[in-house]
């Protein structure tokens, strides 16, 4: 008999832009898929669909779940430090990242290491959807770029608390469609009330007068 683990259901997968000056949020595509797939399987169709839209992506980031499942050896998955190969036990340090490539280069100081003079010291990685995005997960920019994503979170809970995405009672693939989509336009208009919604201003007449009253 076959025991294997089975997942029945549908997962949306939702791509959100950020606006990183003024911490706005926005779900703009979405894909829905079986939910037995990987996660991972679906964010390159969501960042080519949105760029073919014309949207400028500057940088992706996305749950671990749509990482990649294999990375490159040497690489400490908890730090995401980097060494040049197994014997190595000096972390290395990032130079720079171009054409696709993260260039990294010994991180010892002079006299620290005895086999400086045999090797490399340096080392090349290619650009993937897990440690090495266009941000590797090992540097200081990456705290940054965890703190942005975090304001993407509010769409995702309005879609499954406000929306009710998280509990669907329909039956079809179609009526899941349905219910889906008018759930990303609810918030997405909901999003919009929130960023025209004028601030109330206290102008310092006013406060005085209020200052008097009191």
């Given at each position: 008999?076959?025991?294997?683990?089975?997942?029945?259901?549908?997962?949306?997968?939702?791509?959100?832009?950020?606006?990183?000056?003024?911490?706005?949020?926005?779900?703009?595509?979405?894909?829905?898929?079986?939910?037995?797939?990987?996660?991972?399987?679906?964010?390159?169709?969501?960042?080519?669909?949105?760029?073919?839209?014309?949207?400028?992506?500057?940088?992706v980031?996305?749950?671990e779940?749509?990482?990649?499942?294999?990375?490159?050896?040497?690489?400490?998955?908890?730090?995401?430090?980097?060494?040049?190969?197994?014997?190595?036990?000096?972390?290395?340090?990032?130079?720079?990242c171009?054409?696709?490539?993260?260039?990294?280069?010994?991180?010892?100081?002079?006299?620290?290491c005895?086999?400086?003079?045999?090797?490399?010291?340096?080392?090349?990685?290619?650009?993937?959807?897990?440690?090495?995005?266009?941000?590797?997960?090992?540097?200081?920019?990456?705290?940054?770029?965890?703190?942005?994503?975090?304001?993407?979170?509010?769409?995702?809970?309005?879609?499954?608390?406000?929306?009710?995405?998280?509990?669907?009672?329909?039956?079809?693939?179609?009526?899941?469609?349905?219910?889906?989509?008018?759930?990303?336009?609810?918030?997405?208009?909901?999003?919009?009330?929130?960023?025209?919604?004028?601030?109330?201003?206290?102008?310092?007449?006013?406060?005085?007068?209020?200052?008097?009253?009191a």
């Amino acid at each position: 008999r076959d025991k294997s683990v089975f997942v029945i259901g549908y997962r949306l997968h939702t791509l959100t832009v950020i606006d990183a000056k003024t911490g706005h949020s926005f779900p703009l595509v979405s894909l829905l898929a079986p939910a037995k797939n990987h996660d991972s399987h679906f964010l390159p169709f969501l960042v080519k669909l949105a760029q073919a839209m014309g949207i400028d992506i500057k940088l992706v980031t996305a749950d671990e779940a749509y990482h990649d499942k294999d990375g490159p050896e040497n690489v400490d998955r908890e730090s995401g430090a980097v060494f040049l190969d197994g014997t190595c036990t000096i972390p290395m340090q990032h130079v720079a990242c171009e054409a696709q490539t993260h260039e990294y280069k010994c991180g010892a100081a002079t006299g620290e290491c005895h086999r400086s003079s045999i090797c490399t010291q340096c080392r090349f990685i290619q650009v993937d959807r897990g440690f090495f995005q266009q941000i590797p997960y090992g540097t200081k920019s990456i705290q940054q770029a965890h703190k942005i994503r975090k304001n993407c979170e509010r769409p995702f809970n309005l879609l499954k608390n406000q929306t009710g995405l998280e509990t669907i009672r329909v039956r079809s693939q179609y009526a899941t469609m349905a219910r889906c989509t008018l759930s990303s336009i609810a918030v997405l208009l909901i999003k919009m009330a929130g960023t025209r919604r004028k601030k109330t201003i206290v102008r310092p007449q006013q406060a005085t007068l209020l200052a008097d009253a009191a």
